[in-house]
């Protein structure tokens, strides 16, 4: 007699993580981390090294990285040149929107802070200055 299991219903495992273990930052998983056991000695709590610390005895001498008043902001127009490729446009929605007299289509993006136009349109728009 043999006993047969159902494959299916075993879990699968990788052997390697999908992201560092939070721990200490190396690439293993959580169980088999050696400082899970290990006693910080920035905040005295167990289960991490002290470059991963969060406590609250290594934050007081962290610098401040960001100010809780708000300063005002200054604009400045500035032009950086990227190039990416995707083959998602199944998915994308376009609008038609008539730019310095010129039918132009775009991208629509409701959650972008930016606008971004290939030459190809800035041209097509009238080269206005940037």
Request: proline share 5%.
């Amino acid at each position: 007699i043999t006993e047969r299991k159902d494959s299916s219903k075993q879990k699968q495992y990788s052997s390697q993580p999908p992201s560092p273990c939070w721990l200490c930052g190396e690439w293993h998983f959580k169980k088999f981390c050696p400082y899970k056991d290990h006693r910080c000695s920035k905040c005295h709590r167990k289960g991490h090294k002290e470059t991963r610390c969060k406590g609250k005895l290594h934050r007081r001498h962290a610098p401040k990285l960001y100010s809780r008043k708000y300063k005002s902001r200054v604009l400045t127009n500035k032009i950086m040149v990227a190039h990416t490729s995707t083959q998602h446009s199944s998915r994308r929605k376009y609008v038609t929107i008539k730019v310095n007299g010129r039918r132009t289509r775009l991208q629509l993006d409701t959650a972008s802070d930016i606008t971004l136009i290939s030459r190809a349109t800035w041209k097509h728009i009238g080269e206005p200055p940037v």
